[in-house]
């Protein structure tokens, strides 16, 4: 008796401690970090394509059309270079259901971009002036999508159901809680609360992006030396409201030392087109 209490006591502690161990833990591309995965792309892509065409579809849209083809032009670029790349690390099934879209939002008072899982990205005219040219624009699609890629929204979602749901899976959670995980994914991405304004990612999100994304841009023939200038003149915006991009980010001069020790290692991955 006294064994049966204690076998069933500890057997799904043990259960649950392997499937977190084994199962529930994914690793990042290109920079081997492990992290907590308990949502599976396919469940979340679904939840982000819905969530993102109510966004696109609440939103003003640019009309400038030179301006929107620049965008999808470099998204489409940075999203080649993805595939080519995972493929090329023996990663390619992890982004080949990604269903890329790029759209530019009408809003001249908001520096800003992001890409919610499965590849919906979205930029904010307010971002132009800033990113100059298409290199430029490259260096921030470039880290939204590495964001994606690396699938830092699904690691916060996965914390988010292990500490409120206590570690349930998705699928668990959306068909006894639903409420409760459509109430995390949005905290994950911060969509809905305030429209196109994710929560910040943690530094270690931010450092990863950072990286995976000069990659990303180098491999799509742009120069990723432009994220030094680039940064630079995102920290001048500063003033009352800085950028979105800026607001986790450490000292400004920490985060361009440190792209400056990752460029070599992105150049190797440069060929000028
Ligand atoms: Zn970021």
Request: charged share 20%; no cysteine.
């Given at each position: 008796m006294r064994k049966k209490i204690f076998e069933s006591f500890l057997e799904p502690i043990i259960i649950l401690s392997l499937f977190f161990f084994f199962y529930a833990c994914a690793t990042v591309p290109l920079t081997g970090r492990k992290q907590l995965d308990l949502v599976p792309d396919s469940q979340l892509n679904t939840m982000s394509y819905q969530e993102y065409s109510s966004v696109i579809g609440k939103a003003k849209l640019s009309t400038d059309q030179e301006k929107v083809n620049m965008v999808r032009r470099v998204g489409n670029r940075i999203a080649a270079a993805s595939e080519n790349l995972l493929e090329e690390k023996g990663l390619?099934?992890?982004?080949?259901n990604y269903k890329w879209e790029f759209n530019l939002i009408q809003d001249d008072k908001t520096v800003n971009a992001w890409c919610m899982p499965g590849g919906k990205v979205a930029v904010y005219t307010g971002l132009l002036p800033v990113t100059r040219d298409e290199t430029g624009l490259a260096v921030v699609v470039g880290h939204e999508v590495a964001h994606a890629i690396a699938k830092h929204g699904a690691e916060r979602m996965s914390q988010g159901l292990l500490t409120q749901l206590g570690g349930i899976g998705l699928a668990v959670a959306m068909s006894t809680q639903p409420a409760a995980t459509q109430s995390i994914f949005m905290q994950a991405y911060g969509v809905g609360t305030q429209v196109g304004v994710l929560l910040p990612y943690s530094r270690l999100h931010e450092s990863e992006a950072d990286h995976i994304g000069l990659i990303l841009m180098a491999k799509a023939g742009y120069d990723p030396r432009a994220a030094i200038p680039l940064w630079q003149r995102m920290n001048q915006q500063g003033g009352a409201r800085p950028p979105e991009l800026l607001?986790?980010?450490?000292?400004p001069e920490s985060r361009i030392r440190d792209i400056q020790t990752l460029l070599p290692d992105a150049m190797k991955y440069y060929k000028p087109r």
């Open positions: 390619g099934s992890e982004i080949k607001s986790t980010h450490p000292a």
